[in-house]
């Protein structure tokens, strides 16, 4: 059905049916406001704007894709403070060429994470636009005291979680559009690591239960980027080794010239970037067994007249542009 | 300086440096989510879109005043609820011609009306567009048992707050663009309350805390259009006399042959409708006086099944379209 047809109200209204009322949630869609609880008395927020030919193209991502990764990104966020995803406001900018369909595909994907997640849907706006746009709000509980990006001190370890680059090297390949190539098992690999990102809210929660990071930040703009707000907050350095970088081996098999590249300027991995103390490292071990999700180290503080320092296996400087995402700055 | 030059981080510390700490904020701008304090263990989440084009359109609207009146609308939704506004995220997509005094411009808006109401500006997202939007999230404190639209019963009161219809004819006007009509002092005052709405949170929260509004929304999208919602969540009907209808001097002098229509169905006029029972209208006259907010019984809640009428002084009914805002209906 069209959506002038089906026209704003009629659109919420559907929006409003398909959505569960979530945990937590005493009034959801449908009024001025959504009413939700919090726990402690505190709350985190979080908001990112996802914007068509910006952020995303809809010629090698799916609505469906689209939704899902729009909930994920902001909880990666809530993650990167050690807090739990609770409440979603999600905003649209919708063209008037737009079937109400193609927006149902949108609020699946968002659906399939929430339900997993439980992260409730409680309101937002919608509106005609030129082109498509999703903004969001998610609300997050605090149950222990958030991680900044500002407490990392000299001798602390930097640590990262899963693998790094498969979203920017599947981006790289979708791209291509090389059949061939999309057929296997690696590149889908690398094409569901872009599409269907996951926010380490488990790791960064019982890091903050633990007080076992003092800088947190999670990786969306590419490592160096992320890592640099780290050091700028910290007003510290930082000596990162490259042949410690986690890789997965489909980043392996197919990054060919590209290296460690993506991993270390490509943006969109949505892991946790964090530093702890050296005495520290046996519980992060125990934290990786317990979770089940890589924890790597893959370098170490220093001074901040050191700068920001990435070093190959003969210990040379690697030569990286300050790259990573400025949606401002021309390429 | 061009946005491209400033670019995105740039502009985000321009933006965190300009913005005052606000009450309750334990972190604000520039981490991955912001920290913010509720006191009821509960808090109420707005969020409006404003897109270029569609919802404003620079050649009559100044970036101040739409920033203010970003600030303004979603103040509006939790005045609605009772509640009082606290945190808000502010998205923004802005074209790459702009330049940051532009958006500085816009942030002074947002701030004149922030720091008179108390509200924090914590976070939010930026991002070049092809045209310029505003997404903005705002968190309400709940003290008292937020107001919905479902609590009105046949036999109650109706009431608005302040006049209804200058904003929609003050754009009417400010469309003719005549220097004549300009320069008197009752367009001014429609163009001012088109630019910079009253958010009736004072009224708002004491009709919460003192239990007296059954049902509540705010006008956004016109008299006719919002009161159906009351309508349609409460499962009552409603009689509006249209002589009652609270129409400012300026109004009065310059709607000419539109008559009411601005006032019934114009939109944007961000001032309470709400229900209230019969009993409780000397209390509600009190509230008028203490507040010093004009508050109109406009007309009864009756029966469901005899929908929605607008009488004149003579009881007959007026010819209303059910029109107020659907941003994907053609007009």
Redesign the interface.
């Known amino acids: 059905m069209k959506?002038?047809r089906?026209?704003?109200?009629g659109?919420i209204e559907r929006v409003r049916r398909a959505t569960p009322r979530g945990r937590g949630v005493?009034?959801g869609i449908?009024?001025?406001?959504?009413?939700?609880?919090?726990?402690s008395?505190?709350?985190?927020?979080?908001?990112?704007?996802l914007?068509e030919?910006?952020?995303f193209d809809l010629k090698w991502t799916s609505l469906y894709a689209l939704g899902y990764k729009t909930l994920a990104v902001n909880m990666s966020?809530?993650a990167?403070?050690g807090?739990t995803p609770a409440?979603l406001?999600?905003?649209l900018?919708?063209p008037?060429a737009f079937n109400s369909e193609d927006v149902d595909e949108f609020y699946r994907g968002i659906r399939s994470l929430s339900v997993k997640s439980g992260v409730a849907l409680?309101?937002?706006?919608?509106?005609?636009?030129?082109?498509l746009?999703v903004?969001a709000?998610l609300?997050?509980q605090?149950p222990y005291r958030?991680i900044?990006?500002?407490g990392a001190r000299i001798g602390d370890d930097i640590y990262v979680t899963g693998t790094l680059g498969d979203s920017a090297l599947g981006l790289t390949l979708l791209k291509r559009k090389s059949p061939k190539l999309s057929a296997q098992r690696a590149a889908k690999f690398l094409f569901s690591r872009h599409h269907f990102p996951t926010a380490r809210v488990r790791v960064g929660a019982t890091l903050a239960k633990e007080k076992l990071a003092r800088a947190?930040?999670?990786i969306s703009d590419g490592l160096l980027q992320d890592l640099s707000h780290i050091c700028k907050?910290s007003r510290i350095g930082a000596i990162v080794a490259e042949e410690r970088l986690p890789l997965s081996s489909a980043y392996r098999s197919l990054a060919g010239a590209d290296g460690t590249r993506h991993a270390l300027a490509g943006g969109e991995d949505y892991e946790l970037l964090f530093c702890a103390r050296r005495r520290d490292r046996s519980r992060i071990t125990k934290l990786e067994e317990v979770t089940d999700v890589p924890i790597t180290r893959i370098g170490t503080c220093v001074h901040w007249r050191d700068g920001m320092t990435v070093l190959d296996r003969t210990g040379h400087r690697v030569e990286t542009r300050t790259a990573g995402?400025?949606?401002?700055?021309?390429l």
């Open positions: 959506l002038s089906l026209g704003e109200f659109l005493r009034l449908g009024d001025d406001a959504a009413w939700v609880q919090t726990r008395g505190s709350c985190l927020l979080t908001a990112d704007l914007i030919d910006v952020h966020d809530i990167a403070m807090g409440y406001m999600l905003s900018g919708i008037a409680v309101g937002g706006d919608t509106s005609v636009a030129k082109s746009f903004s709000c609300v997050g605090a958030p900044t990006r500002g947190m930040i999670d907050a995402h400025d949606h401002f700055k021309p």
